[in-house]
């Protein structure tokens, strides 16, 4: 999995789902202390995300404001830069970690992992990535941009069904910091004396450190099959593939339905996806249409529907005959519904 992220082979583990490791990295890496106890996160971050780390927050014993949120400026859908460095240079010596996701799940948005997470240490917050709509989309180099740590899970680009196995990243700087206290469990003993159970625990060099249960074998097979597939190709590839397959899906809803869909995924910094805003009206009958014709995709209430049309499988006929389906569905229905 390791070069999926450009991580070297000990920095990255694979246990448990998303959340679950999302808890055991922030165990490990948010330390608060009375001058430095607050987390940065997007205010739209995923839910789940969001409600681990209120809880870190709560579990702590600590107040509500020591969750920071990064806000899009009114009017506007997506985070800028700019922004997110401002609120780190503001709040920088409160902030213990920053952690945001590197490709924001409902705007599809790229967030610039390498300046934010070098602006965010350089004012001493340690700095944490949720990769999950990144992993298998977008190239990555955690280990060149010096990421503290990262978690996702592989049920999108990866190719495993939801709850299939997740994968995380700690940094090599860490890999023999037996100090660096965590929540562990066997699994994170040093491999070579495991089964002497002695009860001194000595931890594996690197992330292996950080697996607490015994790997569950089916999720993992499922995982290298997967990863098998990744193993002819590289990210490289598969990235030049996909920004022709995203482009051509934005040239033709361009043609084709511009001025029933508002295309809130940021032209410039962009994985895969795009996620196509319609009149609330409009949703039921494209979604329903997009369905029917056999295209997986996602719909998310009142507006949006998120199309990615993935490198590894998806085609350019795929592409448009999916616009072809929502130009036809909304020919379909009413101009005012349009
Ligand atoms: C960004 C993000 N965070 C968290 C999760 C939750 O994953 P899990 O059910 O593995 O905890 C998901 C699931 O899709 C996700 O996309």
Redesign the pocket.
């Known amino acids: 999995m390791a070069p999926l992220f450009g991580a070297l082979p000990i920095e990255v583990g694979v246990m448990n789902?998303?959340?679950?490791n999302i808890h055991l990295m922030l165990a490990a890496f948010y330390k608060p202390t009375a001058q430095r106890r607050r987390i940065l996160i997007e205010s739209k971050a995923?839910p789940?995300?969001h409600y681990a780390v209120e809880s870190q927050i709560q579990w702590h014993g600590l107040p509500a404001d020591a969750l920071l949120l990064a806000e899009p400026r009114a009017g506007e859908d997506t985070l800028r830069t700019s922004d997110i460095l401002d609120l780190i240079d503001r709040h920088g010596d409160e902030i213990a970690v920053v952690m945001l996701?590197g490709l924001q799940?409902y705007t599809g948005q790229v967030f610039e992992m390498d300046r934010i997470t070098a602006a965010a240490q350089a004012r001493g917050c340690v700095v944490g990535w949720?990769l999950?709509?990144a992993a298998g989309n977008i190239p990555l180099s955690l280990h060149a941009w010096n990421v503290d740590f990262a978690c996702w899970?592989t049920?999108?680009y990866m190719n495993s069904g939801?709850?299939g196995i997740?994968g995380f990243f700690v940094h090599e700087r860490y890999a023999h910091d037996a100090a660096l206290a965590r929540l562990t469990g066997w699994w994170a003993h040093d491999e070579a004396t495991r089964f002497e159970m002695t009860n001194c625990f000595v931890p594996n060099a690197g992330a292996a450190g950080f697996e607490v249960s015994n790997t569950p074998i089916l999720p993992a097979a499922t995982l290298l099959g997967s990863l098998d597939v990744f193993a002819l190709t590289s990210m490289e590839a598969l990235r030049a593939k996909s920004e022709l397959l995203t482009a051509y899906l934005e040239h033709l809803l361009l043609t084709h339905a511009a001025a029933a869909v508002r295309i809130v995924t940021p032209r410039h910094s962009r994985g895969a996806q795009l996620s196509l805003l319609f009149a609330p009206a409009a949703l039921e009958p494209v979604f329903s249409a997009l369905t029917d014709a056999g295209v997986v995709c996602d719909e998310r209430k009142p507006n949006c529907i998120r199309i990615a049309p993935v490198p590894l499988y998806n085609t350019f006929h795929d592409v448009w005959r999916c616009v072809d389906v929502i130009r036809k569905a909304l020919a379909a229905i009413t101009p005012q519904a349009a």
């Open positions: 789902t998303l959340t679950v995923f789940s995300d996701s799940y949720d999950a709509h899970c049920y999108k939801p709850g997740s």
